[in-house]
């Protein structure tokens, strides 16, 4: 993959940059990372806010590009953030496509987001917009925009703790993703088909693509959905799902994990994959990364794709 090298590089570079202090750090060193977590913490993040104030945007950013967006109000995995904006940020620079990087969930406004014809929601947790912010971004979305979602992006349990779940957000899990994120497994080796090798989203993977992951199930596929493609499933069989399965009493698994489909004249693309840092630094990871957001910059604003 041309973009390994790129990749792996800036990743070792956000890590050195994120690497917390020693306790006796003196005063003006690194201290913790973003919303109240050092920088390799994974938690619930103490006391979330909701953004008011939008980001500055440079004034010599082109416009059509994308806008990469990874604000949490519950659990957060600063590790997978950094990598996933990360690599995100490297394939957008190698193809010198405009990008933003932010978790200034006030970015969800008409006149910033018509700049960007792709978002990227980036290992995002939580409701983290207000009521304005979401009726922008769905605004948006269904008048041609492309939604990207990466893992924790695919929404957060019902009941999430006492804090802030994506879930409370009707449109976005059942609309914008399609599915009601339930459980994951622990991170192990599976094997992920393939079903859909046409599809410029799955250009370079492998029919059966192992390797390991926190596999993610939801409440039902979307397979039944109308409009909805699947393109990734994974075998339950090539691993110990436990209570993670989706089986739902049937003698087979229909437990996908890539699918796109159309939001009113937008589009969205959803992946389960990508919850370990490291796993950003995976040459098909990159490749996947790499065919979604150039599908999602091509179709943007073209209405609803055939394909």
Same mark, same amino acid.
């Given at each position: 993959?041309?973009?390994?090298?790129?990749?792996?590089?800036?990743?070792?570079?956000?890590?050195?940059?994120?690497?917390?202090?020693?306790?006796?750090?003196?005063? *003006? &060193?690194?201290?913790? @990372?973003?919303? %109240?977590? $050092? +920088?390799?913490?994974?938690?619930?993040? /103490?006391?979330?806010? !909701?953004?008011?104030?939008?980001?500055?945007?440079?004034?010599?950013?082109?416009?059509?590009?994308?806008?990469?967006?990874?604000k949490t109000t519950g659990f957060r995995d600063e590790s997978s953030i950094q990598a996933s904006n990360t690599a995100l940020a490297a394939i957008a620079h190698e193809h010198h496509w405009p990008f933003f990087v932010t978790e200034n969930g006030a970015v969800m406004n008409s006149e910033q987001l018509s700049k960007f014809k792709?978002?990227?929601?980036?290992?995002?947790?939580?409701?983290?917009?207000?009521?304005?912010?979401?009726?922008?971004?769905?605004?948006?979305?269904?008048? *041609? &925009?492309?939604?990207? @979602?990466?893992? %924790?992006? $695919? +929404?957060?349990?019902?009941?999430?703790? /006492?804090?802030?779940? !994506?879930?409370?957000?009707?449109?976005?899990?059942?609309?914008?993703?399609?599915?009601?994120?339930?459980?994951?497994?622990?991170?192990?080796?599976?094997?992920?088909?393939?079903?859909?090798?046409?599809?410029?989203?799955?250009?370079?993977?492998?029919?059966?693509?192992?390797?390991?992951?926190?596999?993610?199930?939801?409440?039902?596929?979307?397979?039944?959905?109308?409009?909805?493609?699947?393109?990734?499933?994974?075998?339950?069989?090539?691993?110990?799902?436990?209570?993670?399965?989706?089986?739902?009493?049937?003698?087979?698994?229909?437990?996908?994990?890539?699918?796109?489909?159309?939001?009113?004249?937008?589009?969205?693309?959803?992946?389960?994959?990508g919850h370990g840092g490291n796993m950003y630094s995976e040459d098909l990871m990159i490749q996947l990364l790499d065919n979604a957001m150039s599908w999602g910059l091509?179709?943007?604003?073209?209405?609803?794709?055939?394909?």
């Amino acid at each position: 993959m041309k973009f390994a090298p790129v990749i792996a590089a800036a990743l070792a570079a956000t890590a050195l940059a994120q690497t917390p202090p020693p306790p006796s750090a003196p005063p *003006g &060193g690194r201290g913790p @990372g973003r919303n %109240g977590l $050092g +920088g390799a913490a994974a938690g619930f993040v /103490q006391n979330p806010t !909701l953004d008011k104030e939008p980001p500055q945007i440079p004034a010599d950013l082109k416009s059509g590009g994308v806008l990469i967006y990874s604000k949490t109000t519950g659990f957060r995995d600063e590790s997978s953030i950094q990598a996933s904006n990360t690599a995100l940020a490297a394939i957008a620079h190698e193809h010198h496509w405009p990008f933003f990087v932010t978790e200034n969930g006030a970015v969800m406004n008409s006149e910033q987001l018509s700049k960007f014809k792709l978002v990227v929601w980036s290992n995002t947790a939580g409701d983290t917009l207000t009521d304005d912010q979401k009726a922008a971004f769905k605004s948006w979305v269904e008048n *041609g &925009g492309s939604y990207f @979602g990466i893992h %924790g992006a $695919g +929404g957060d349990p019902v009941d999430n703790h /006492q804090h802030t779940s !994506l879930a409370d957000w009707k449109w976005y899990v059942d609309t914008l993703v399609g599915a009601q994120f339930i459980v994951h497994s622990s991170i192990q080796p599976g094997d992920i088909h393939i079903e859909d090798r046409n599809s410029p989203i799955t250009k370079g993977l492998p029919a059966v693509w192992h390797r390991a992951e926190e596999w993610y199930s939801f409440d039902a596929s979307p397979r039944n959905k109308p409009g909805f493609h699947i393109l990734a499933t994974v075998d339950e069989k090539s691993y110990n799902p436990g209570r993670a399965t989706m089986t739902f009493g049937k003698p087979e698994a229909d437990h996908t994990l890539v699918w796109w489909h159309c939001v009113g004249k937008g589009s969205a693309i959803y992946s389960a994959l990508g919850h370990g840092g490291n796993m950003y630094s995976e040459d098909l990871m990159i490749q996947l990364l790499d065919n979604a957001m150039s599908w999602g910059l091509e179709h943007s604003g073209k209405g609803c794709p055939a394909k």
